[in-house]
């Protein structure tokens, strides 16, 4: 998930003109859909704190979340319960929070770190689709 290297700085700025070792990544600003739910409890058989979910179902609809492996998932599960202990009243786990959060992309200056960005969903016909092959052969014969 994370990338090497120092925050990207604007065109202007930039000291070394070489070309950045990792381009942006272009996400369509569009809710994930394809996210796991949590768990009805947590692995200590206690119920989610409600700004937990709350939070689970901010986070899995991320629109970047579609990039996600399966590894990707479990380490927010993980974070998940660490939310439920700060969430829970544990100010300890706020740090842990936070680094996790980080890592995810939730907030926007954590997105720029990752060098994430969000840009405008295009229209459907822009979108790249498969052509059926009868489709094609049909056009070809006309």
């Known amino acids: 998930m994370a990338i ?4 990207p700085k604007p065109e202007d700025q930039r000291r070394n003109q070489n070309k950045p070792r990792h381009d942006w990544i272009e996400v369509e600003r569009r809710s994930y859909r394809g996210g796991p739910n949590l768990p009805d409890t947590q692995p200590t058989g206690l119920p989610w704190p409600d700004r937990t979910k709350d939070w689970w179902a901010i986070v899995r609809r991320m629109p970047h979340a579609r990039l996600w ?3 990707d998932w479990g ?4 974070t998940a319960l660490v939310a439920a202990h700060f969430h829970g009243g544990e100010l300890g786990a706020a740090v842990e929070l ?3 959060e980080k890592i995810l992309g939730t907030t926007m200056d954590a997105r720029r770190d990752l060098r994430i960005r969000y840009i405008e969903p295009r229209p459907e016909e822009e979108r790249a ?3 059926a092959i009868a489709d094609y052969r049909k056009a070809l014969e006309e």
């Open 4 to 7: 090497v290297g120092r925050k």
């Open 75 to 78: 380490f927010a599960l993980d």
């Open 98 to 100: 936070r680094q996790r």
């Open 69 to 71: 492996t399966k590894a």
């Open 129 to 131: 689709g498969v052509t």
